[in-house]
């Protein structure tokens, strides 16, 4: 079965850096686009980037345009998402996702069929 593994979470300080990476395995990896998507504590999961299945298309949501991007090693199963400049409001649980879709612009979480089981991201001030 399908199988997605998130980790390089962890605790860093504001205007730091961290790169979370999502392993798959069960799948065709580079016959699926992919998406990261995050949840802070009483808020909804909400959509962070997304990447198309050969990578040469990427999609970013305005809250973290121009600090994070995503990227994916087809070659390795994997998806990646690098967080520069990191505010106390990153802080959540991202989770990556396989997307139903082949484009990178799906933003709602209803079109990813598949999810990980979340790492924790905290962000102090």
């Known amino acids: 079965q399908v199988q997605l593994v998130e980790s390089g979470g962890g605790l860093v300080q504001a205007g730091g850096s961290l790169r979370l990476s999502c392993a798959a395995s069960?799948?065709?990896?580079?016959?699926?686009?992919m998406g990261w998507f995050r949840q802070a504590p009483g808020k909804e999961r909400e959509f962070v980037a997304g990447?198309?299945?050969?990578?040469?298309?990427?999609t970013i949501a305005n809250s973290v345009k121009g600090r994070f991007t995503i990227s994916r090693d087809n070659a390795k199963n994997t998806v990646f998402l690098q967080m520069n400049s990191l505010k106390p409001e990153d802080t959540a649980v991202y989770f990556c996702?396989?997307?139903?879709?082949?484009?990178?612009?799906?933003?709602?979480?209803?079109?990813?069929?598949?999810w990980g089981q979340g790492t924790q991201v905290n962000v102090s001030s």
């Open positions: 996702a396989v997307s139903r879709y082949s484009g990178s612009n799906r933003v709602s979480v209803y079109d990813y069929n598949y």
């Open positions: 069960g799948l065709t990896f580079s016959s699926y686009a």
């Open positions: 990447i198309s299945r050969s990578g040469s298309s990427t």
